[in-house]
């Protein structure tokens, strides 16, 4: 199994602004995948991030809004850059490992 | 897109009835997922089912696939008022990356007690 930790666990953040998103793995894992589940809405795949190479996005997603960093085999951060309120949503990592297991989430409010 | 789709979007019984939610997708799959969500909270894998399945039993869960048909159920027995949440589910496309997951819209289940 795997343990998945995020931080922070929600925000608050003014329009414009950037905020990273941790997450951190209890196991290595290859891939990380980000997710994020807006308001009322099912989870959409943002972006995989491989370990020492750049993130492979998903249609509708963009680095330069979206950059993730993977330093190691057990963390990873996504930023949201520039937000605005249509950012508002929760921001999920995953992990594969035997199943796939999901981070309990960052909870984005973006005014 | 793989997009699922699940209905009903919502669905309100009483505890020990049974719930059954359907999902639907468009290409072929790997494998299919059933996920749970609490209110907004992180997701719960409640099983997986592979491509050259039919059914599949984990306690008072069982989940159906009909690759013919691209769609699968989910029925849930003797519910109980703590499976109220939300259920998701979520496949990987053939020769896609295992995690690559495509959700569908989700069911929103409601017991009663």
């Known amino acids: 199994s795997a343990v998945i930790s995020q931080k922070p666990s929600r925000d608050i953040c003014q329009r414009g602004t950037s905020l990273t998103i941790q997450c951190q793995v209890d196991s290595q894992v290859t891939m990380m995948f980000w997710y994020r589940q807006q308001p009322g809405q099912s989870l959409t795949l943002i972006a995989t991030?491989?370990?020492?190479?750049?993130?492979?996005?998903e249609s509708g997603f963009v680095i330069d809004k979206f950059p993730i960093s993977r330093p190691n085999l057990t963390f990873s951060t996504l930023t949201v850059s520039n937000m605005s309120p249509e950012d508002s949503s929760i921001y999920l990592c995953?992990?594969?490992?035997?199943?796939?297991?999901f981070g309990p989430g960052t909870r984005l409010t973006v005014l | 897109s793989q997009q699922g789709e699940e209905d009903p979007q919502a669905l309100s019984i009483q505890e020990g009835e049974n719930a059954t939610m359907n999902c639907s997708y468009k290409t072929s799959i790997n494998n299919l997922q059933w996920y749970r969500q609490n209110s907004g909270r992180g997701l719960v894998h409640l099983i997986l089912i592979r491509s050259n399945e039919r059914e599949k039993h984990s306690g008072r869960l069982r989940v159906t696939l009909d690759t013919s048909k691209k769609s699968s159920s989910l029925l849930i027995t003797a519910s109980r008022a703590a499976d109220t949440a939300s259920y998701f589910c979520a496949t990987t496309g053939r020769g896609s990356t295992l995690g690559r997951l495509y959700f569908g819209r989700g069911t929103q289940l409601t017991v009663w007690p």
């Open positions: 991030a491989n370990q020492g190479s750049e993130a492979t996005y």
């Open positions: 995953s992990v594969v490992v035997n199943e796939q297991f």
